[in-house]
Every structure is written in C-alpha cells, then in structure tokens.
C-alpha cells in the first residue's frame, strides 16, 4: 500500500521569493507521482506529474518537480511565488502496478504574502 | 470546454433524507471517481467507475451508493445521510485509470447533513 505525506501544513512566503512544498511517500513498489492544486471555491488542477525518465517535472504556472527515489520525495518548487499562487496543494502517489488507485496527501496551504 | 460538472455546489439536508449528487462529464472519459475531501485528511475515494455498468469501492464507501447507467454521468447516492458524511464532495474523470495521467476533477459539492 502507498502513504503520501505532506509536513508542511501551511507554508506563507512572501511575493517574488521562492518556494518548496514538500512530500514525501511510501510504497513498496514503483510509483507515478503528481502535484494537484486547488484554488478557493474550485476543484483540484494537475499541475504536474511524473510517470518515468528524467527526475526533474515542469509543470504549468512556473512549477516544477524532482523525484528522488532514494528519499522517497517529490518537492514541489517554484523560483518565484505570485499573489496568484495562493491555494491548497496536493501531492498524490499512484503505484504501477495498480494505477487505478490513487491515494491523496492531506495538502499544503499556500499563502503568499504581498 | 472540457468539464466535470457536479450538481449542486451546496447542499443542506437532515439525517435520513435521501439525496442524489450528479456528475457529468463531456470528454467521452471511461474512468470516474468520486472522493471526499476533509481537513488534514486530503482526498478520500468513496467509488470508481472503470466504465457503464463497472463500479467497485474506494477506501471510504460505507454509507453511498453509485451508478452507471451512462457513460458520462456518475451519480452519488446517500440513502440515509448521518452528520458524518457532512464533508465537501468531488467527482473526477480520466481517460485512463486516475493513477496514469491524472483527473479531470470538478468544483465540488459542499454537504451539511444536520
């Protein structure tokens, strides 16, 4: 079975500086990863996945991904933050063997500061 | 525009009121799911959909019914609604299996079983 783990419940930065969100998974097998987003009053957006090749993802709105299998994580980063950034973001873990069920991390509130 | 449209966006009922959540999606997807989002808790799966008539439980079915009598729509039952189903509700479609490219999800239904 996977877990997902999400450290940081609510990360504020500041406009302009750059930002991590962290996460971390469990799984006994190989894994696809994504980043979901979600802005106030919406449903989830994927901004990213990784399904295999290069470690490093680019998504959309300036983020990006690396998976790092030995540490089992997948941190989202972006250079530099936008008012607009600010929502809840989920990673989530899918493993491939059994893709159809993907488990959810409990989210990362995103607060950009102006 | 390629959506998932849930119907309705908010919802208060009392305990033991039947009630129906709709789902339809317009991107011909074989995959649906519906899940349950909660504080700290993330994104649950109640049920899936592989496609008409195919329906299995998620991590979290106790207390729902689905159907799938159409391709495109993917309904969300609760025959007797208790106050720990008050939570707010998603429903997703994928091409595939959620796991491989990820969901199209929709806005949400908020529930307030009182």
């Known amino acids: 079975a996977q877990s997902v783990t999400q450290l940081d419940s609510q990360v504020p930065v500041f406009e302009e500086a750059p930002v991590e969100l962290r996460c971390n998974y469990s799984?006994?097998?190989?894994?696809?990863l994504f980043w979901y987003v979600q802005y106030p009053n919406q449903g989830l957006q994927l901004l990213l996945k990784y399904l295999s090749g290069s470690t490093l993802v680019k998504g959309i709105n300036g983020f990006e991904a690396e998976f790092n299998k030995s540490q089992t994580s997948f941190h989202l980063r972006k250079p530099s933050v936008h008012i607009s950034d600010t929502a809840e973001y989920f990673c989530?873990?899918?493993?491939?063997?059994?893709?159809?069920?993907?488990?959810f991390g409990p989210g990362t509130s995103l607060s950009v500061i102006p | 525009e390629a959506q998932v449209t849930q119907n309705p966006r908010y919802l208060i009922t009392v305990t033991g009121k039947k009630l129906t959540v709709t789902c339809s999606q317009n991107m011909n997807h074989e995959y649906m799911s519906w899940y349950r989002q909660d504080p700290g808790l993330g994104l649950r799966q109640i049920y899936y959909?592989?496609?008409?008539?195919?329906?299995d439980k998620g991590d979290v079915p106790e207390g729902y019914k689905v159907s799938r009598k159409e391709k495109r729509n993917f309904p969300l039952i609760l025959e007797s609604p208790s106050p720990n189903q008050t939570s707010l509700y998603f429903c997703?479609?994928?091409?595939?299996?959620?796991?491989?490219?990820?969901?199209?999800f929709g806005s949400g239904t908020r529930l307030t079983v009182v």
């Open positions: 799984s006994s097998v190989s894994v696809y």
């Open positions: 997703a479609s994928s091409a595939s299996p959620g796991g491989l490219y990820g969901y199209t």
């Open positions: 989530a873990v899918s493993s491939k063997t059994s893709y159809d069920k993907v488990i």
């Open positions: 959909s592989m496609n008409v008539e195919v329906t």
